[in-house]
């Protein structure tokens, strides 16, 4: 908010100032100052004051809108439990992806690796487990024999 500052006790007097909105009533409620209003749109002030305003700004407001990538094309990693996901947006078009394709950047490449790759060794253990499982499963497939077969072809009633 801009003020005048109109009491004359005050060292501020004559000034005129940009201060925090609820401060600034405060002020004006108190008799300090004035609140400076914004020049009609078609007088030629209105211009200059637009300038005064936008030097004000340091950034972004939160109710601005964020522009889109510049090519269109946004990219992400989502990791919901064990499952890595990258994520394509594409004109408002949202893709899952179970790995990075080919025109994917290379810190997306990167980071899903990160993901994908979260433990190593226990990644490596359960392919060890898993190996064990099946020299298990083929171990008592060998030692039934033909008789496994015989009896998933023809049912285990003899003829």
């Given at each position: 908010?801009?003020?005048k500052?109109?009491n ?9 100032e940009?201060?925090e909105n609820t ?6 409620a ?7 209003c ?10 200059a ?5 936008d030097?004000?700004r340091?950034?972004p407001s ?5 522009p889109?990538a ?7 990693i989502k990791?919901t439990g ?10 408002g ?7 990075p394709?080919k025109d994917?950047?290379a810190?997306?490449v990167q980071?899903?690796l990160?993901a994908?790759a979260?433990?190593?060794e ?6 060890e ?7 298990e499963?083929d171990?008592t497939d060998k030692?039934?024999g033909?008789?496994t077969?015989m009896?998933?072809?023809?049912g285990?009633?003899p003829?």
């Open positions: 908010m801009k003020v500052f109109t004359p006790n005050n060292k501020k007097f004559g000034t005129t940009h201060i401060t600034g009533r405060t002020l004006i108190l008799g300090e100052c004035e609140e400076v914004a020049p009609l749109r078609t007088s030629p002030d209105w211009l004051w637009r300038k005064e305003q030097a004000l340091t950034g939160i109710y601005d809108t964020v889109s510049p090519n269109g094309i946004e990219w992400g990791q064990k499952k890595v996901l990258v994520l394509k947006k594409v004109d078009q949202l893709f899952f992806l179970d790995g394709p994917a950047p810190s997306i980071q899903f990160d994908a979260k433990d190593p226990a990644n490596a253990v359960a392919i487990a898993a190996k064990r499982k099946q020299q499963q171990r030692s039934l033909n008789r077969v009896a998933a072809l023809f285990s009633k003829l």
